[in-house]
């Protein structure tokens, strides 16, 4: 079956430091690919996500690519800002009726 | 103009008893789902309709029931409930089965005393 592996946290970093979170899958055909957002106290909300191969997710500063190669979907970001402290979800969907698979989720912390 | 909507927001109850959450989305969304979020921030999908039919049905109690009057509303009951049964639960929403994006509601939090 589908599933997410992500790098587990808490990550906690500087303002202005790099951002990497690692996320690679296992999936039957070619899925699609997401980062979901969860701020303190709400729902997931889509960060961003790319149903293709090579192609590059990106939104607020964050980017993505699908690396079908390497099955990795990596999400980055130059420079954190305190606001950015959440936790990240990876996810993917296999098509059709299938489920959406959510990684275990990586909280992020960002110091000021 | 919330589009997923859930009440309550937070519900504390004791072992044994009854209890319902509601979720309703204003999106036009054909495809609803519900999430468990444990402690550890872990998400399990629980249940998914679409057009009022269930299409998703993972391996969960029978004590929990989902009803879905139209395709604008899933709500979720919880008989004898057990203290295992706390967490966040999430109600969220596609336009289509398994579409792209999912819309998440702001979250219930069940805590069972």
């Known amino acids: 079956g589908d599933s997410v592996t992500q790098m587990e946290g808490p990550v906690t970093l500087s303002e202005e430091a790099f951002l990497t979170i690692n996320c690679t899958y296992t999936?039957?055909?070619?899925?699609?690919l997401f980062w979901y957002v969860q701020y303190p106290g709400e729902g997931l909300q889509l960060l961003l996500k790319?149903?293709?191969?090579?192609d590059k997710g990106s939104n607020k500063g964050f980017e993505a690519t699908y690396r079908k190669e390497t099955t990795s979907f990596h999400l980055e970001k130059g420079s954190v800002q305190v606001s950015d402290s959440a936790v990240y979800f990876c996810a993917l969907n296999s098509g059709g009726y299938q489920k959406v698979t959510f990684g275990t989720g990586t909280k992020l912390q960002v110091i000021p | 103009d919330t589009a997923v909507s859930q009440t309550p927001k937070y519900l504390v109850t004791q072992m044994g008893n009854d209890k319902s959450i509601k979720c309703e989305q204003n999106?036009?969304?054909?495809?609803m789902y519900w999430y468990k979020q444990d402690s550890k921030k872990f998400l399990k999908i629980m249940f998914s309709?679409?057009?009022?039919?269930?299409?998703i049905n993972e391996t969960v109690p029978n004590r929990f029931s989902p009803k879905s009057p139209d395709k604008a509303h899933l709500n979720l009951h919880i008989n004898s409930l057990e203290l295992g049964d706390s967490a966040v639960y999430f109600c969220a929403s596609s336009r289509l089965a398994g579409d792209n994006e999912q819309f998440f509601g702001p979250g219930t939090r069940l805590t069972v005393l």
């Open positions: 999936a039957t055909g070619y899925p699609s």
């Open positions: 309709y679409n057009n009022k039919e269930l299409i």
């Open positions: 790319a149903t293709k191969a090579d």
């Open positions: 999106l036009g969304h054909d495809t």
